[in-house]
């Protein structure tokens, strides 16, 4: 049996501080290549997944709303994942700060929680029935804003890329200047946007929103870092990834389009409800599975991937622009192709290492 030999950090250094890539082109582009996957994935995936940002089929538009969206939704993965791998914490710290970064996105800097105007001109906002007296913030946007993001923005891009990197799923992929980098980065687009849908539009959300809209954010912050870390049980065998994965898509299936705001009375709340159940459902699952012999990050892949799945498939079904073309369908499909031909990637790369 070899032992391995530990080297400990130099006066200064970072003991988190990732190791140096290779000093070929090579090997600087694999070292680089989950950090660059994930910065580009995650504002793919939360802006234009469903396709009413742009098509896949319009390479120069599309470049320009990436590049435009990445600094807000790939600094934010980039930073919910570093701070959670350098505490050495797993999956419940993460989507805790996803909904974090998804509060303060949607409460702070946009601010479209209380600007139910900003979105107008889509069919989706014309009609709210889940306003919550006292806040004035619907519950439909809520859950979309808030939840969304944190799973489809932020928690599904980031198994993916893990799962395409399952040597380095569990490790810091920044040091300390790339964390720099990014937080600037983050500050900049937060800026921007502020500017964009709050400071040139004249809109102010009232001060108790915002100190509420904080106040929470913090909490989930806090609560990332407080929640008890998962052990493994020895009771019972993790199930099939096919059957975490089946249950994923249902559970997203009915988060996604039981929801509808444009239904009067009390079925909009019971919409609510039943959404949040599914979701509630899965998460519970997922969490005592989770715990028990045999779970792999394949399965966690399974849990992440299908909100991504069921995303582009109901993209064919909506259309904010109203205009269906087969340059969006066309686009929808590719959309599909590649979400599908990424989590099947993923599933063979996880399931590789996992043998060896």
């Not at 969006?328 to 979400?339: D, F, G, Q, S």
Request: charged residues 10%; glycine residues 8%.
């Amino acid at each position: 049996m070899t032992q391995q030999l530990t080297v400990p950090p130099s006066r200064g250094q970072d003991p988190h501080e990732p190791g140096r890539p290779g000093r070929s082109w090579r090997d600087r582009l694999i070292w680089w290549a989950p950090v660059v996957g994930l910065l580009f994935l995650a504002p793919f995936c939360a802006e234009f997944l469903s396709g009413y940002q742009g098509s896949v089929l319009n390479p120069i538009g599309l470049l320009i709303g990436v590049l435009l969206v990445t600094p807000l939704y790939g600094s934010a993965a980039l930073l919910i994942r570093e701070f959670t791998r350098r505490a050495g914490r797993g999956w419940p710290t993460m989507l805790l700060l996803g909904a974090a970064f998804g509060l303060v996105q949607a409460g702070l800097i946009d601010q479209a929680l209380f600007n139910h105007g900003s979105f107008a001109d889509g069919p989706y906002w014309q009609t709210l029935h889940t306003i919550i007296p006292g806040v004035e913030i619907d519950a439909n946007q809520l859950m979309t804003f808030v939840g969304g993001h944190m799973l489809v923005s932020f928690a599904a891009p980031i198994a993916v890329v893990e799962a395409l990197a399952p040597t380095r799923a569990a490790k810091p992929w920044l040091g300390r200047r790339g964390l720099v980098v990014v937080v600037l980065m983050y500050l900049a687009a937060a800026g921007y946007y502020l500017v964009d849908f709050v400071i040139a539009p004249e809109f102010r959300a009232r001060p108790v929103q915002l100190i509420a809209t904080g106040v929470t954010a913090l909490l989930l912050a806090a609560a990332a870092f407080l929640v008890p870390r998962l052990r493994t049980r020895s009771r019972g065998r993790a199930p099939w990834p096919v059957l975490v994965a089946l249950l994923a898509t249902a559970a997203h299936t009915v988060f996604m389009v039981i929801r509808d705001p444009g239904s009067p009375g009390k079925w909009a709340w019971s919409s609510i409800a039943i959404a949040v159940a599914a979701l509630a459902l899965l998460g519970a699952v997922t969490l005592i599975c989770s715990t028990r012999p045999g779970w792999t990050p394949a399965h966690t892949l399974a849990a992440a991937g299908p909100a991504l799945v069921v995303y582009a498939a109901l993209a064919f079904a909506v259309d904010p622009n109203g205009t269906f073309s087969t340059t969006k369908y066309l686009a929808n499909v590719l959309n599909l192709a590649i979400v599908l031909a990424l989590l099947g990637w993923g599933y063979l790369r996880t399931s590789r290492a996992a043998r060896h």
